[in-house]
């Protein structure tokens, strides 16, 4: 394994942790510590404004993963980053209506609307209500779903012409999945945090027009009919409907979702969970993590409703791709001369240090046409750290049945201690606290060579899970199996050519990287 690919890949608490040190540090000095969006690398060395994103972007992916870990992982955040993207979150709600808004220009008013940004803005508002009880948070979510109501209808969309009357300049982002459809999801996060009723309201509006005329019944794919290339958004709007169909326990809605996960999906991702940026894009191995984390979490919660594969398709994402892209060495990275102190050009590898952006499978960059340079944009470090914190959240669960031992990681809570059998000291779970135990079994495990001990007695299989009725509280269990090898071939119709991978359980060992730069995986395979 590459150096790029050093952290333990039993750690996801170290993954967030990381990626919270760069969501902490990409404020630009010169404009206000308004956050920064652009990251280049090749064929420059900078980061910058965007006149699409910055302020109305980036604060709802980093505040919604900085509250999030803090709240998971009990670790302490920055006060002053948060303030930070707070600030910018309000400079984008300053319009004349309750919108996510931007400016073209760093020091220039505030003019762009972006209904793209939407959900972004809904996540900014909903992680300061729930982690900081900020009312003037609440009140700018509510001012903002009224204002939706008044200049956005389902059928008609956006009434252009009212605002234009605003003296605001309306940037289309495509169709309905692409724009308006996003928002879905912290919606949802925000009914349930506050049960602010018309926050539902509008979500179950967004589900009927999502399940209506994209996500149909069969669960296929059309690219005319999504009206969109943009992975990342067909992906956030189907974990949306997702997390809808969870809160109101929509049996129905589910299996929606799960029609799409089992076709449509394919159109965009790969068997180690690697998605494509655009699903028009030809000769490039490029994809996106933030694709990546909203699969990851769709899986999450399937896998929770008792389809259990789904909770070993999650384990595998995050071994086998989101773990191992994470920039955890910048020596290929370049600080470019800076005579005139220009804070873009500031330690941007350092700033780097933790981010995510658009790897191949195999490494930071794609053989073939790539996308013309290599970048790290810093909304996706947020997204990606927020889907890994849900993951945390699903390792281990305690339920009424019992403790639930999801996914192989290293772990503990004040109920189970998991060290997972990646270490070379096979799987150990202790039970901190009274209550039966199921432990998901991965389907390439043989049965027949796997050992348990410290149970006191034969445990029973319950689908993919081990239950032990009693286990000894404080008492090491021991379940011993070895870690196969699986040689697999990535699907030739998403890359540039087929890749082959040796796994070992869920963990990449060897891969086809092409010769590539930035690769995760040094060696080929035989």
Same mark, same amino acid.
């Given at each position: ?57 980036? =604060?709802? %992916? ?12 009990? #670790? ?19 319009? @004349? ?50 204002? #939706?109501?008044?200049?956005?209808? @389902?059928?008609?969309?956006? /009434?252009?012409?009212?605002?234009? /009357?605003?003296?605001?300049? !309306? ?91 089992? /076709? ?59 773990? =191992?892209?994470?920039?955890? /060495? ?31 499978? !195999? ?16 909304? #996706? ?10 993951? !945390? ?27 997972? =059998? !990646? ?12 209550? =039966? ?66 796994? %070992? ?22």
């Amino acid at each position: 394994m590459d150096k790029l690919a050093q952290v333990n890949d039993r750690d996801i608490a170290a993954a967030i942790r990381l990626g919270c040190r760069t969501m902490q540090n990409v404020f630009n000095a010169d404009d206000e510590q308004v956050p920064f969006f652009r990251s280049l690398i090749e064929p420059e060395t900078l980061l910058a404004h965007s006149e699409y994103h910055s302020e109305s972007h980036v =604060p709802g %992916r980093h505040l919604n993963a900085l509250l999030n870990a803090e709240h998971v992982l009990g #670790i302490s955040v920055d006060e002053e980053a948060i303030d930070n993207h707070r600030r910018a979150t309000l400079l984008s709600y300053s319009g @004349p209506v309750a919108l996510p808004m931007n400016r073209h220009e760093v020091g220039g008013p505030l003019a762009n609307f972006c209904p793209h940004n939407l959900r972004e803005g809904f996540h900014a508002l909903y992680a300061l209500a729930t982690y900081r009880d900020d009312t003037e948070a609440r009140e700018l979510a509510e001012r903002s779903i009224a204002d #939706i109501g008044k200049l956005w209808s @389902p059928d008609g969309r956006w /009434d252009l012409q009212a605002i234009k /009357d605003l003296g605001i300049d !309306y940037l289309d982002s495509r169709g309905f999945i692409q724009s308006e459809g996003r928002m879905l999801g912290p919606l949802v996060k925000y009914y349930r945090a506050t049960g602010y009723a018309p926050a539902l309201e509008l979500a179950l509006v967004l589900k009927e027009k999502a399940i209506g005329e994209f996500f149909l019944p069969d669960g296929a794919f059309d690219q005319e009919r999504f009206d969109t290339s943009h992975s990342h958004s067909i992906t956030c709007v189907l974990s949306s409907l997702a997390q809808l169909a969870d809160l109101l326990d929509d049996g129905a809605l589910m299996l929606q979702v799960m029609a799409f996960c089992e /076709d449509g999906l394919w159109a965009m991702r790969d068997e180690l969970g690697w998605s494509c940026e655009s699903t028009e894009q030809e000769e490039s191995d490029h994809g996106e993590t933030n694709n990546s984390g909203d699969m990851l979490e769709t899986a999450l919660i399937l896998g929770r409703w008792g389809f259990s594969e789904y909770y070993h398709d999650a384990e595998r994402m995050l071994r086998g791709h989101l773990l =191992p892209s994470q920039v955890r /060495d910048t020596s290929f990275i370049v600080d470019p001369p800076n005579p005139d102190g220009v804070d873009g050009l500031r330690d941007v590898a350092d700033r780097h240090l933790g981010s995510y952006g658009f790897p191949a499978p !195999y490494g930071h960059k794609s053989v073939g046409k790539g996308r013309g340079n290599l970048s790290f944009n810093m909304d #996706i470090v947020g997204g990606t750290v927020a889907s890994l914190c849900e993951a !945390y959240r699903e390792v281990v669960r305690e339920e009424v049945t019992g403790h639930w031992v999801n996914m192989l990681f290293d772990h503990e809570t004040d109920a189970v201690r998991v060290r997972s =059998p !990646y270490g070379g000291g096979g799987l150990t779970v202790e039970v901190l606290k009274a209550g =039966p135990l199921f432990v998901r079994i991965p389907p390439w495990v043989d049965r027949a060579k796997l050992k348990v001990e410290g149970t006191g007695g034969l445990p029973t299989w319950s689908d993919d899970y081990l239950f032990i009725s009693q286990p000894t509280v404080r008492q090491p269990i021991r379940i011993n199996f070895p870690l196969e090898d699986q040689d697999l071939v990535l699907s030739e119709r998403l890359h540039i050519r087929p890749i082959r991978v040796r796994m %070992r359980g869920d963990m990449v060992v060897a891969m086809d990287n092409f010769a590539a730069a930035l690769t995760f995986w040094h060696f080929g395979i035989n």
